[in-house]
T-cell receptor, first 113, second 114 residues
């Protein structure tokens, strides 16, 4: 079974600072998609960023960027200039052709004012 | 407006009850999903519907029965549940049903089985 591991159950960051959430995964495939989803207290999960494995360039969405290390099977999320509204549970997920998303267990991010 | 609406938001039921969860999407998507989110565990995919046909059933017990009458509505019928079925049940939709597509989620139904 494919696995996605988020080794940090909880993280905290000061407002306006930068934080990095880690994610590693297991795969034998060469092409796949990786995702970060955010789940705020409202419970509605929202896509933060998506990365296609064959693309070398790291994906970026405003203050959110990833550090994709394909050989190391690592996909970390960097949040710059953290805001109070960034406080949420963050889930890393992976898709491989022919199979549905596999999610990690999540990292609870606290943003301190 | 999330585009995906789930009702009820909370549900408490006994093990002998029968209840249904409802999901509606206003995004014109062709695929809808049920996920189970338990504490301290990754999200588990339960069912996938594409163009109103069930395309995936991930070994879910028969006490969970999905129904997709049209591409905008998805139900999860519950009967004789167990306490370990207590969880947050999330509905999602996507444009075409491909695994690499962006998923749009509802806010879930928090289910407690007594």
């Amino acid at each position: 079974a494919q696995t996605v591991t988020q080794s940090q159950p909880e993280m905290s960051v000061q407002e306006a600072e930068t934080v990095t959430l880690s994610c590693t995964y297991d795969t034998s495939e060469s092409d796949y998609y990786l995702f970060w989803y955010k789940q705020p207290p409202s419970r509605q999960m929202i896509l933060v960023i998506r990365q296609e494995a064959y693309k070398q360039q790291n994906a970026t969405e405003n203050r959110f960027s990833v550090n994709f290390q394909k050989a190391a099977k690592s996909f970390s999320l960097k949040i710059s200039d953290s805001q109070l509204g960034d406080a949420a549970m963050y889930f890393c997920a992976k898709e491989t052709s022919g199979s549905r998303l596999t999610f990690g267990e999540g990292t609870q991010l606290t943003v301190n004012p | 407006e999330t585009g995906v609406t789930q009702t009820p938001r909370h549900l408490v039921m006994g093990m002998t009850n029968k209840k249904s969860l409802k999901c509606e999407q206003h995004l014109g998507h062709n695929a809808m999903y049920w996920y189970k989110q338990s504490a301290k565990k990754p999200l588990e995919l339960m069912f996938v519907y594409s163009l109103e046909e069930r395309v995936e059933n991930n070994s879910v017990p028969s006490r969970f029965s999905p129904e997709c009458p049209n591409s905008s509505h998805l139900f999860l019928h519950l009967h004789t549940l167990q306490p370990e079925d207590s969880a947050l049940y999330l509905c999602a939709s996507s444009q075409g049903g491909q695994p690499n597509e962006k998923l749009f989620f509802g806010s879930g139904t928090q289910l407690s089985v007594l």
